[in-house]
């Protein structure tokens, strides 16, 4: 080769270069100026994102002012598999450092088969054990939990393929304290996230679980019902209870912002103005929680001494149907459905036979037995069917000649009192008071042999609508059951009978065909004892926006007249009198400086037979009832107590609505909170306590918020604790805990100081809690004693 | 320093286009790496390790290039018996093995400077006889057993960058056009018969090469390196504020696709500032062809030139969709040891050469 050709052929390689340096220009020039445009709203849809601001759900406090119901921060921890690191090693260094922290196994295959041998992983299985939330594994939004935890290779590994951005959530609800040192340790855990979220708190767990109901997340085939743009299908919404029936109130606006988010989805920056969420509006409910506690408490000891499956207890006031206490047991713990509850707990909570997820008290129909007396009493007097004084042989039993063989006294049918002996004489007062089943018989369906016609059928149905069985309620929440007044015609179209005079006779005395639930037996009674009007029991009494402002005050609602005049309507009082003055409940009611109304009811029923028999071929299980009212003249109270299963109305069900009324009218109390103070205000002096801030979250106010406890060594609250906050040194305000050991400051203007202490000025030695406040912020925190032997 | 007359001939342009090539990679790499908090101080080990590189750039420069003559076989047999080794531990532990010492030195990288010298010392040997098919073809046949092991490895981009090299210096070399036909249209013929003979992995490799869409990764990465480019514009979103980087959008951001955070962030001003270094540096390279004693010296030139003027290229036409994806980082400018340390090591080369011209310097 030539020196020319040489140079020639590097020159033409110069060319070269030149030439597809021009085809990178060319390229250049057609990505940035003629597509420029297109490329840059590709970029802008990367970067921007239209999301919304979840609004705080809002809150639920008793009629005093108790918490019931709080939104908690919750944190999961997601792995974003594209940002683990490369090397095998060092992602197995992320996934072991995490396995420490969590608690978790980094993969369980192969584990499978000595699973039964391992005693780490068989702890999962346990029923209990799940409950602890820093251990279990679950998508929070779905609830299909897997009981088994994935290991945390695993569930990287299960992520969906070709979306490596797309977070994986490893654990959900972890500690908050091992959030925070993930948090901390994040430059050593490539590709692991802390997200927050928040979740329903119930605090009151099983004792309001049938009152408040449970969020969860919405059913595929309602999702129609929760439009957008106040829903999307991912949120949570109320599904029963109160959550459900105020849905509207409680769930807010939601917000709306424009944010820069990285490729993770992680917002950066806000882009222009947001429009801040408004939080849901609260509730201010008719209940009164201690009530709520004490009767829970009776009413569980009565079914456990008398072994009744299940029970109800109903307190309302019957001058307008607020109600301050409503029990239904077995419950079940709400925070379990707040949770995501697995498909197994759920299981063993919707097949248990004492139906712990039903509320009792507004769905559980059940024969009324004698409490139904009123209605036969009061229309028979009002009819003048029966006067006052006309008396009627009770001789403990009553053949009803045969239909067609009147006098064929073999073919008659007996119909018995519950007292064999016989009552003797009996009027209207002495059949109430001693319940009577004789007396309601003739009443009520006559006697032919006599040639006495009674009330009727027709007559009884419809006093018994006017009383209010037979229909709902209208009480606001959801699940009511309608209870049954039957008619002949029910009775053909449900058993192709006609209706016979002996249906009558079991009518009159709340056995037969009619059901009625604890809620409607109190209404009735409400209804009597304040004048004659049937209210429409409520349970919210107040819906207060965030600002406190009274958006909603329950009014007492009529939903219809008894119809019974002054007189009908003294003597069936008189005859409840005369039940706790010398009647079937005149040893199990006191209640000193208060007269008390009230009706024992002890309805015979058989789940099966023949077990429910006993040798004489009666039945021998039967449902314990007792409603009363009290003061006897204008009532402040009524009471309806129902124990299913549990023997004699007197024996079971009366004890608790005495201890009910007792405490409602402050009998026990005054001594005893006399000595529980004193005893714990020296327990208390010894404590130290430990201070927590357990976490924040967004509400709608301007200023900051601080809710929190004082509760013992034990978790539980400590009530008249002095709670002092102060801003940079300064005491702004204390003040004392209450019942529960629950302390809230509201509307905190956060200029007053930058550092923020709350602490037990009364326990020196107990650490304080120091935070920033931001304005539009609600802070959690806790104060608790720490175990004896520790103390100063 | 020791000899004046060594320094006069020493191409300090050509240095200082590298060195503002490796800043403007550095810088590059800073405003890449800011969003990833492991990644922040890349741009100093960068540095350093820029720095380590001119020592030894240094060091080549001072040596006579014409040593490397003699130690051609050494040279040939040690990297073929590395790539081999690496390959078998591979396949042994069932993964692939790029890598050297821990992690320190990438052979594919080695292998391309061994390769020009070799290729220089076989091609000079045979000067003014290259249009001749043996002599040609002893060439290739010494190119293609490392192209294959690199392959193998497997890493198709290296082993193209190879390939390339023999035929750039093959061409000035003194290859015949004819022969480049008879060649292109030999391997259009034989490659059904090559495809058949492959193994499916071999196969999967070259599809996955060609078709960018069968692996979503390397697609996204395009994707959203057009994005980056495209929303640049003509003076860029300014440096650190790419969205497209500083969101991390961009993946492999400060190694394969920093091109696409110039192009963002500098827009097209920084794009045709770096075609402009990088076209000044081949002029000064192809300069030393020009310049060189011998025909190996020239080779080597030539070679290096090749290599720096074929990656760059294939480095950005990824970078533009011009050119499937191959991990192939863009000299001096993409974060890593081994490709910035091969690259100042050609420099030095290059130097070598410019330096060591004896018989041309009594001629001046």
Request: proline content about 5%.
């Amino acid at each position: 080769m030539t020196e020319y050709q040489v140079k020639l052929r590097l020159f033409i390689f110069q060319l070269t270069v030149i030439l597809f340096f021009g085809l990178l220009v060319a390229q250049l020039w057609r990505l940035q100026f003629l597509k420029g445009e297109e490329y840059q709203q590709l970029a802008d849809r990367n970067r921007f994102r239209s999301v919304e601001i979840e609004a705080p759900r809002g809150i639920i406090y008793d009629r005093n002012g108790k918490l019931l119901v709080r939104n908690r921060p919750i944190f999961d921890v997601v792995i974003v598999p594209a940002y683990l690191p490369d090397d095998m090693t060092a992602e197995t260094q992320v996934f072991a450092h995490l396995a420490r922290l969590l608690k978790l196994p980094i993969t369980n295959s192969g584990a499978r088969e000595i699973a039964s041998h391992n005693a780490y992983f068989r702890s999962f299985l346990h029923h209990e054990y799940t409950r602890l939330p820093n251990r279990q594994v679950k998508n929070s939004r779905s609830r299909l939990l897997s009981k088994t935890p994935r290991g945390i290779k695993d569930a990287v590994d299960n992520a969906p393929p070709f979306a490596p951005y797309q977070p994986v959530v490893i654990a959900a609800d972890i500690d908050p304290a091992v959030a925070a040192i993930i948090e901390e340790k994040r430059l050593n855990l490539p590709g692991v996230f802390v997200q927050t979220n928040s979740e329903r708190d119930y605090l009151t767990g099983e004792l309001s679980a049938q009152i408040l109901g449970y969020v969860g997340p919405i059913s595929p085939g309602q999702v129609e019902n929760y439009p957008p743009p106040i829903y999307n299908p991912n949120d949570n919404v109320g599904l029963v209870g109160l959550e459900y029936s105020y849905e509207d109130q409680l769930h807010g606006v939601k917000g709306q912002e424009i944010v820069e988010v990285d490729v993770t989805g992680r917002k950066v920056t806000t882009i222009g103005d947001s429009q801040a969420a408004e939080p849901g509006n609260n509730l201010i409910l008719t209940i009164d929680l201690d009530l709520q506690t004490f009767a829970t408490e009776q009413l569980q000891a009565a079914m456990e001494d008398s072994g009744g499956q299940s029970g109800a207890a109903v307190v309302l006031n019957p001058n307008n149907g607020e109600i301050l206490a409503m029990v239904s047991l077995p419950s079940y713990d709400n925070n379990l459905f707040a949770q995501g509850i697995s498909a197994r707990e759920y299981s063993l909570l919707s097949e248990d036979k004492s139906a712990p997820l039903v509320n009792k008290a507004i769905g559980g129909l059940y024969p009324p037995g004698s409490v139904f007396k009123i209605v036969p009493a009061a229309g028979a007097l009002e009819e003048g069917v029966v006067s006052p004084h006309q008396q009627f042989l009770a001789q403990g039993i009553l053949y009803l000649p045969n239909k067609f063989f009147p006098d064929d006294p073999e073919l008659a049918q007996p119909f018995y009192c519950w007292y064999r002996e016989g009552h003797g004489l009996v009027d209207v007062v002495s059949g109430l008071a001693h319940s009577c089943d004789i007396y309601f018989y003739q009443i009520g369906g006559g006697y032919a042999p006599s040639g006495y016609e009674g009330l009727g059928h027709e007559r009884l149905t419809a006093y018994a609508e006017r009383f209010g069985f037979g229909a709902p309620t209208g009480v606001d929440i959801p699940g009511e059951g309608a209870g049954l007044a039957p008619t002949p015609k029910w009775k053909r179209l449900n058993y192709a009978e006609t209706w016979v005079t002996g249906d009558t006779y079991n009518m009159s005395i709340g056995q037969g065909f009619v059901l009625a639930t604890p809620l409607q037996v109190v209404n009735a009674y409400a209804a009597l004892a304040n004048g004659g009007t049937l209210y429409k029991p409520h349970l919210v009494k107040e819906v207060r926006n965030p600002q406190k402002d009274l958006l909603f005050q329950a009014e007492a609602e009529i939903a219809g007249q008894l119809g019974l005049s002054e007189e009908t309507r003294g003597w069936v009082e008189e005859g409840l009198r005369a039940v706790v003055e010398w009647g079937t409940a005149k040893d199990v009611i006191n209640v000193p400086g208060i007269s008390v109304s009230g009706k024992t009811g002890t309805a015979e029923y058989c789940d099966r037979y023949p077990q429910c028999l006993d040798r004489d071929g009666r039945v021998k299980t039967s449902h314990a009832w007792f409603v009363a009212y009290a003061p006897s003249q204008n009532a402040e109270i009524a009471v309806a107590v129902f124990v299913y299963g549990g023997g004699e109305g007197s024996a079971t069900s009366a004890p608790v609505a005495n201890a009910i009324l007792r405490y409602y009218f402050g009998i026990d109390q005054l001594e005893e909170n006399a000595d529980n103070a004193q005893a714990e205000s020296e327990n208390v002096a010894l404590k130290n306590f430990t201070a927590r801030l357990l976490g924040g979250d967004t509400h709608g106010s301007a200023g900051a918020a601080i809710h929190g406890f004082v509760l013992d060594e034990q978790g539980q609250g400590i009530s008249q604790i002095i709670v002092s906050l102060s801003a940079d040194g300064e005491e702004i305000v204390r003040l004392p805990t209450g019942n529960n050991g629950q302390f809230d400051f509201n509307d905190i203007a956060t200029r007053l100081g930058d550092n923020w202490q709350i602490r037990l000025p009364d326990y020196p030695a107990s650490n304080e809690i120091e935070l920033s406040l931001d304005g539009g912020t609600r802070y959690f925190v806790e104060f608790q004693a720490m175990e004896t032997g520790n103390a100063p | 320093m020791v000899n004046l007359r060594i320094w006069r001939k020493f191409d300090f342009l050509m240095v200082g286009i590298v060195l503002l090539l490796i800043a403007y990679g550095a810088l590059m790499i800073y405003s890449a790496t800011q969003s990833a908090v492991d990644l922040q101080e890349l741009w100093r080990v960068q540095l350093t390790r820029a720095g380590i590189g001119l020592i030894a750039m240094l060091v080549v420069s001072l040596i006579d290039y014409r040593y490397y003559r003699e130690l051609y076989k050494f040279l040939y047999v040690g990297i073929v018996i590395l790539l081999a080794v690496l390959l078998i531990a591979g396949e042994l532990t069932g993964g692939t093995q790029r890598w050297l010492a821990g992690g320190a030195i990438q052979p594919g990288e080695l292998t391309k400077l061994v390769i020009i010298i070799v290729l220089a010392k076989i091609i000079s040997d045979h000067d003014g006889e290259m249009d001749r098919i043996p002599y040609l073809l002893q060439s290739l046949t010494v190119v293609l057993l490392p192209m294959l092991l690199v392959f193998l490895q497997p890493d198709m981009g290296t082993s193209i960058i190879i390939g390339f090299i023999w035929l750039a210096m093959a061409l000035v070399g003194g290859m015949r056009l004819f022969h480049l036909g008879l060649l292109g249209g030999g391997v259009a013929l034989a490659s059904p018969i090559i495809w058949l003979m492959m193994k499916d992995y071999m196969r999967q490799r070259i599809t996955l090469f060609l078709d960018p869409t069968g692996n979503p990764d390397d697609f996204y990465n395009v994707q959203q390196a057009l994005i980056s480019i495209g929303s640049g514009g003509w003076l860029g979103k300014g440096f650190g504020n790419g969205t497209q980087n500083q969101l991390r959008f961009l993946r492999v951001r400060h190694t394969d696709f920093i091109f696409s955070v110039i192009g963002e962030e500098l827009g097209m001003l920084g794009a045709i500032l770096l075609f402009l270094l990088i076209i000044l540096l081949l002029w000064r390279i192809l300069r030393v062809a020009n310049l060189a004693g011998d025909p190996f010296g020239r080779l080597i030139a030539v070679g290096v030139g090749a290599v720096i003027f074929f990656q760059s290229f294939v480095n950005i036409g990824v970078n533009l969709k011009m050119v499937p994806v191959t991990g192939t980082p863009l000299p001096f400018i993409s974060y890593g040891g081994s490709s910035l340390l091969t690259f100042l090591l050609t420099i030095g080369l290059l130097q070598s050469v410019l330096i060591y011209r004896k018989r041309l310097d009594f001629e001046n």
